[in-house]
T-cell receptor
Framework: DAGITQSPRHKVTETGTPVTLRCHQT?????MYWYRQDPGHGLRLIHY???????DKGEVSDGYSVSRSKTEDFLLTLESATSSQTSVYFC????????????FGNGTRLTVT | QKEVEQDPGPLSVPEGAIVSLNCTYS??????FMWYRQYSRKGPELLMY????GNKEDGRFTAQVDKSSKYISLFIRDSQPSDSATYLC??????????FGGGTRVLVKP
């Protein structure tokens, strides 16, 4: 699992509530990513970070925010959860440079009722 | 049209057969090519990683890239039931800027 821990592993929440997912890495990698995986859509990038306090949007960032106050932690927040955000969320990390591939955590399964 | 297309399967083969998987991509700027394996309720695990056209072999796995046709293949020789998983192709302009295919589910029957 490349030293990546995601928490919680499962969560059920109600529409309209805020939700925060956590990714913790022990590899000291510079880059961290949040993806969501849905049937028919594959893995889609939500947000990524290229350093402490440095983040940028991916292709499906609406309704999500992120924060990275320490190298090892990357938080994904759903400000007001909707049913369309029911998904499996994966955190990934990579080293610096274009030759560094992504390594993934084991995911958080989120259900919004 | 998606940037990376992959047949969702399922692809069912008998144990010991060769598994053949493929993807097509549309962006000629993509130059990094990867295959990930994903078991149920687990994260994707990097299997193969190549930068150039041609073949790369690692044990029972062979990855092929044909940049002229924008075609990526993965072959698994002597398939085992433990190879039953979803296989994701990924490509991009950098190893950490990837576009993923939707995955092909593979079932290897004993």
């Amino acid at each position: 699992d490349a030293g990546i821990t995601q928490s919680p592993r499962h969560k059920v929440t109600e529409t309209g509530t805020p939700v925060t997912l956590r990714c913790h890495q022990t590899e000291n990698h510079r880059y961290m990513y949040w993806y969501r995986q849905d049937p028919g859509h594959g893995l889609r990038l939500i947000h990524y970070s290229y350093g402490v306090k440095d983040t940028d949007k991916g292709e499906v960032s609406d309704g999500y925010s992120v924060s990275r106050s320490k190298t090892e932690d990357f938080l994904l927040t759903l400000e007001s959860a909707t049913s369309s955000q029911t998904s499996v969320y994966f955190c990934a990390i990579s080293g610096q440079g274009e030759y560094s591939p992504l390594h993934f955590g084991n995911g958080t399964r989120l259900t919004v009722t | 049209q998606k940037e990376v297309e992959q047949d969702p399967g399922p692809l069912s083969v008998p144990e010991g057969a060769i598994v053949s998987l493929n993807c097509t991509y549309s962006n000629s700027a993509f130059q990094y090519f990867m295959w990930y394996r994903q078991y149920s309720r687990k994260g994707p695990e990097l299997l193969m990683y190549t930068y150039s056209s041609g073949n790369k072999e690692d044990g029972r796995f062979t990855a092929q890239v044909d940049k002229s046709s924008k075609y990526i293949s993965l072959f698994i020789r002597d398939s085992q039931p433990s190879d039953s998983a979803t296989y994701l192709c990924a490509t991009g302009a950098a190893g950490n800027k990837l576009t993923f295919g939707g995955g092909t589910r593979v079932l290897v029957k004993p």
